[in-house]
């Protein structure tokens, strides 16, 4: 019989790191498939792309965004913006299934206010 190597990583706990803060671990392995349908979903709208620093480099990391507000580099700066600079349209939107992920765990991890809905929209 062979061991399962990779078993205790698809196992779930809640492990405390200090007071406030606190890991889920495994806890969004149920929502695994729907979290990658939408993150593909996400990365086929605005694929990954190197961004430029304020001093004209191209970063090392590939980024994407969604939401609201999507985090660019540009010439003016390191910042949240609205629109996607390569495209001048609005990022696509948050996918319903990483919210309620976040408001799922934030109310196991015991913060109310996080987990309300319509908080922390981005």
Known sequence: MTEDLFEEQRQTWQEALCPG???L?????????????????VIMAVPFRHMVTPGGYRMSV?????GSYGW????TGYHYDRQDPATGRPWPPLPTVFL??????????????????GQGRA
């Not at 671990?25 to 979903?41: D, F, T």
């Not at 590939?62 to 969604?66: E, G, K, N, Y």
């Not at 765990?105 to 109310?112: E, I, L, T």
């Open 21 to 23: 803060a606190l890991v």
């Open 25 to 41: 671990r495994g806890y969004a392995l149920p929502q695994e498939a729907a979290l990658i349908a939408a993150l593909n979903a």
């Open 62 to 66: 590939a980024t994407t965004s969604c």
């Open 72 to 75: 660019v580099s540009d010439h």
């Open 100 to 117: 309620q992920l976040a408001q799922d765990a934030a109310r196991s991890a015991g913060s109310a206010a996080l987990a309300a809905p």
